[in-house]
C-alpha cells in the first residue's frame, strides 16, 4: 500500500487524531475508495462545473454586485 499527504482543517486533523485505531483504519478504507471513485468516474469540464456553480449562486440570490464585495472584503 502507498502513503499520501493530504492538507486538512486542524478540527479534522484532530478529530482523527483522537480516533481510536479502529476508527483511523476504517477512515483510511473509507477514504481510499471514494479517492478511487473520484479518480476513475472521469470529471466534467471545469467550464462546466463553473458555470453550474455561477447559475446555482445567481439562483440563490448572488448579484454581481454582493459578488464584487465579497471578492473585495477584507
Same mark, same amino acid.
Given at each position: ?10 478540527? $479534522?486533523?484532530?478529530?482523527?487524531e483522537?480516533?481510536s %485505531?479502529? *476508527? ?6 473509507l #477514504?481510499?475508495?471514494? =479517492? ?5 468516474t ?5 467550464? $462546466? ?6 447559475r446555482? %449562486?445567481? *439562483? ?6 454582493? #459578488?464584487h464585495t465579497? =471578492?473585495?472584503a477584507?
Open positions: 500500500m502507498s502513503a499520501i499527504t493530504i492538507p486538512v482543517d486542524p478540527h $479534522t486533523a484532530r478529530a482523527f483522537q480516533a %485505531a479502529e *476508527e483511523q483504519r476504517k477512515l483510511r478504507l #477514504l481510499s475508495l471514494r =479517492l478511487r471513485e473520484l479518480t476513475t472521469p470529471l466534467p469540464p471545469l467550464q $462546466t462545473i463553473l458555470d453550474e456553480v455561477g446555482e %449562486a445567481q *439562483e440563490k440570490g448572488l448579484t454581481p454586485e454582493i #459578488l465579497l =471578492l473585495n477584507e
